[in-house]
């Protein structure tokens, strides 16, 4: 069974960091890319971050270039994402993804979806 479980979401003010899990099991971890994305209230999701986790490539959307930083535990099987200086329009739920497509694949492209964990950044 393919899990992607993502963890570490919460309440945090402008400024301020927080650090996302994203524990994949089921599949060969290497043979995809990991991505997140996320989806603000009304919104439609949206990219953030991918990573190759054979090559350890990455790839930001301009949002968060710079701020974010992406990276892979192939030991574990798991991906982060570092979240610096996160401003209130980073508010939204994060998902991570895996793929066959790179970078960061289009919503469409993703072939399994992990749960959701909720990102609040207060002003």
């Known amino acids: 069974e393919v899990q992607l479980q993502a963890s570490g979401g919460g309440l945090v003010q402008a400024g301020g960091s927080l650090r996302l899990s994203c524990k994949a099991s089921?599949?060969?971890?290497?043979?995809?890319?990991i991505g997140w994305y996320r989806q603000a209230p009304g919104e439609e999701r949206e990219g953030v971050a991918s990573?190759?986790?054979?090559?350890?490539?990455?790839y930001y959307a301009g949002s968060v270039k710079g701020r974010f930083a992406i990276s892979a535990d192939k030991t574990s099987n798991t991906v982060y994402l570092q979240m610096n200086d996160l401003k209130p329009e980073d508010t939204a739920v994060y998902y991570c993804?895996?793929?066959?497509?790179?970078?960061?694949?289009?919503?469409?492209?993703?072939?399994?979806w992990g749960q959701g964990t909720q990102v609040t950044v207060s002003s």
């Open positions: 990573i190759d986790s054979d090559e350890g490539s990455t």
């Open positions: 993804a895996a793929s066959s497509y790179s970078p960061l694949a289009g919503v469409s492209e993703v072939d399994y």
């Open positions: 089921g599949f060969t971890f290497d043979e995809y890319d």
